[in-house]
């Protein structure tokens, strides 16, 4: 908690600090509205946190990004934990970082449950097709908020482009680009250090708006950074994330599929670097061709059911967990046995965020003043905005190109009305969803007579 202190009377009128209840109510919200992917998830917490309820600043919200954009794992769960953790220490970091993966671990269960038994039914077929222009949407915005605040001048826009470029076309691989990016940063902030300087407050302190994490703001968190702190940090939360697994191997044995799927994915916990996009190719070559967890068509299902439910795009990890449980319970019922695989294939895709989190954040906190570390990272923020623009080409193909490969205009329109309301008239996130979905409803159940 930071106690707010009193303005000065020309200053704006000073953010208020959130009570521990009010950040747990907030948390569970957006665990329950994160659609879009983690460019969707970000630009949705830019706005409530940043622009909306201004419990941390612009300054301070990048600064997180690009620690998080660093790390193997999920970036927008990870932004959440760190924000929770700046707010209300590590127990606001456990919270906002459980909440954030919790709606969508049932919602993705009940759906997993729900294709094994019965298949894709018509009814939720379409609303899945109306829900993909809307993610679509939301991403686009994504680009545009994020691109304002950070493309702000030529060298900004030269470092975007070239991130795009080099994804789009070259195909690079994004720690390459992530490294690169944070070079050229170092070397600007040497040659042009006023081009490079973004990551700070913007205007006098008279014109900006203050926030509860305010540009000067000291976390009493990030005061602790002794060598006790460290191991009790890695020894508490490598118990966490490695007793379940431990647990499994002395009841099923070393050979069951759930065993098997606790430690790769508890490997492929350590190398999911650039999100999920960059990580599914390995996993699906994986699950798919090397353990037979699943087929093919079902991993492609997998993917379209996680992209179109709120939380994380890797949240298609529980799904492969689930199917591979199920088709292979090793003894155990098949609803039991793709339960428990759903369970720990999240449990180790999760937990080591948080151990990266509480780990690093503080030593990010205290050389957030350093003046080549924040021109890397201003080149880093300009960088995510073409790893975003990139993600949104290659969502939009598949959008308005699937499954015919024919331009569909429905969902052309859908995607530049709900467009044009989150950008321009400002409209929610939960109603852009909702209108999608039933859009899509209807559409399908009518089409057929229209064409």
């Known amino acids: 908690m930071y106690p707010n202190q009193e303005p000065h009377s020309s200053a704006p009128i000073a953010a208020r600090a959130p009570s521990f209840g009010e950040a747990f109510r907030f948390w569970l919200k957006l665990g329950f509205i994160s659609f879009g992917g983690p460019t969707g998830q970000i630009a949705i917490m830019h706005a409530e946190l940043v622009e909306k ?56 269960w009940a759906l997993s449950w729900g294709y094994v038994c019965f298949g894709t039914l018509p009814s939720i077929a379409a609303v899945l097709y109306g829900l993909k222009p809307a993610v679509l949407a939301i991403v686009a915005a994504a680009v545009v908020r994020i691109g304002k605040k950070a493309l702000r001048n030529e060298w900004m826009w030269a470092i ?44 006098s302190k008279a014109t900006v708006e203050p926030s509860v994490i305010s540009d000067e703001e000291v976390p009493v968190a990030a005061s602790d ?38 430690v790769f994915f508890s490997k492929a916990a350590l190398v999911t670097f650039g999100g999920a996009y ?49 088709n292979y319970p090793g003894g155990l019922s098949p609803l039991l046995s793709a339960t428990l695989g ?12 948080f151990l990266w989190i509480f780990l690093g954040a503080p030593y990010i906190e205290y050389l957030r003043g350093n003046r ?3 021109a890397a990272l201003s080149a880093v923020t300009a960088a995510v905005v073409g790893v975003i623009l990139n ?28 467009s044009m309301g989150l950008i321009r008239w400002k409209w929610g996130v939960i109603s852009v969803v909702c209108g999608s979905a039933l859009a899509g409803l209807l559409w399908r159940q009518f089409s057929v007579y229209l064409l």
């Open 53 to 108: 309820r201004r419990w941390i600043s612009e300054a301070r919200f990048l600064h997180a990004l690009n620690y998080c954009m660093l790390l193997p794992g999920p970036e927008a769960q990870q932004l959440a934990t760190y924000v929770g953790w700046l707010l209300h220490g590590t127990w606001g970091g456990v919270v906002a970082g459980g909440l954030f993966v919790l709606p969508s671990m049932f919602i993705l």
């Open 372 to 374: 080549k570390l924040t």
């Open 160 to 203: 975007a482009a070239l991130a795009f470029l080099a994804l789009f076309i070259f195909h690079m691989p994004f720690p390459l680009i992530v490294v690169t990016a944070a070079l050229l940063g170092v070397i600007g902030g040497l040659v042009s250090p006023d081009k490079f300087a973004l990551i700070q407050r913007h205007g």
């Open 278 to 326: 960059a990580v599914l190719p390995y996993v699906s070559q994986q699950a798919v061709g090397t353990y037979g967890w699943l087929d093919a068509a079902q991993m492609l299902d997998g993917m379209g059911l996680a992209e179109t439910t709120p939380g994380p795009l890797i949240m298609v990890l529980q799904f492969v967990g689930f199917l591979g449980g199920w």
């Open 342 to 353: 759903a369970f720990i294939s999240t449990w180790t895709t999760f937990a080591p965020c």
């Open 391 to 418: 993600l949104s080409v290659w969502f939009g193909i598949h959008v308005l190109f699937a499954p015919t490969h024919k331009l569909d205009w429905f969902a052309v329109m859908l995607t530049l009305v709900a």
């Open 225 to 262: 950074r002794s060598w006790s702190r460290v191991f009790r940090v890695s020894f508490i939360w490598l118990s966490i994330w490695w007793l379940p697994v431990l647990l499994l191997v002395f009841w099923l044995g070393r050979d069951h599929t759930l065993v098997r799927e606790a």
